[in-house]
């Protein structure tokens, strides 16, 4: 009996622990799970950021898109439009190309033109039209808005075609935190 307890007790030692063949194999195994999951499985957590970020970009660029549609088309045309436009014989002439921007002492929250929008430029902070910063939903996103006469709708100034009373191209491009660019280009015609 005494011998049977021994035999049993050497038994279980011997069944304790990993071989070093064991651990060396389990080792390999997962090296080769972390290279799976580096090389597969983690990139498509930066494509569906990327994903979430297009979609911010595409509403903050439709969102400036608006803002600046509700606007009039020249600083000399009619506010709601339709009874005095700009460049025509019996109204003043459109802003020339020279001129587009902000008009003296204008700022966003009283923007009253298509072109007082040009050049404007979020580098730091994101706002909206009172000033609120968005920077908690957008942030590390830029955004640059330009302005350009284009009535041939070539998508370019081009001095010796294009008039100032005709359209306005309106581009809007949005940066990403992952530095994509998202492009929002629409006319405003002067109508």
Do not use: W
């Not at 990139?43 to 970020?53: D, E, G, L, R, T």
């Not at 033109?113 to 942030?139: C, P, R």
């Amino acid at each position: 009996m005494l011998l049977t307890n021994r035999i049993r007790a050497k038994n279980i030692s011997k069944q304790q622990g990993f071989t070093l063949i064991e651990l060396i194999v389990g080792i390999v195994v997962l090296s080769i799970t972390y290279v799976v999951l580096t090389s597969l499985i983690y990139p498509m957590a930066s494509q569906s950021a990327a994903q979430v970020h297009q979609i911010r970009a595409a509403e903050l660029g439709q969102s400036m898109i608006n803002e600046i549609l509700g606007k009039a088309f020249d600083e000399n045309s009619d506010m709601s439009g339709g009874f005095v436009r700009c460049g025509e014989i019996s109204a003043p002439s459109c802003t020339a190309t020279d001129d587009l921007g902000p008009d003296a002492d204008e700022q966003r929250n009283n923007f009253n033109d298509v072109d007082d929008y040009n050049s404007i430029n979020f580098d730091d902070e994101i706002v909206n039209s009172s000033g609120i910063s968005l920077a908690d939903i957008y942030t590390g996103f830029n955004m640059n808005v330009s302005v350009i006469n284009d009535s041939d709708y070539s998508g370019e100034y081009q001095s010796a075609t294009d008039n100032e009373k005709t359209a306005k191209l309106i581009t809007i491009t949005v940066r990403s935190p992952q530095n994509d660019d998202y492009v929002f280009s629409v006319y405003k015609a002067n109508f």
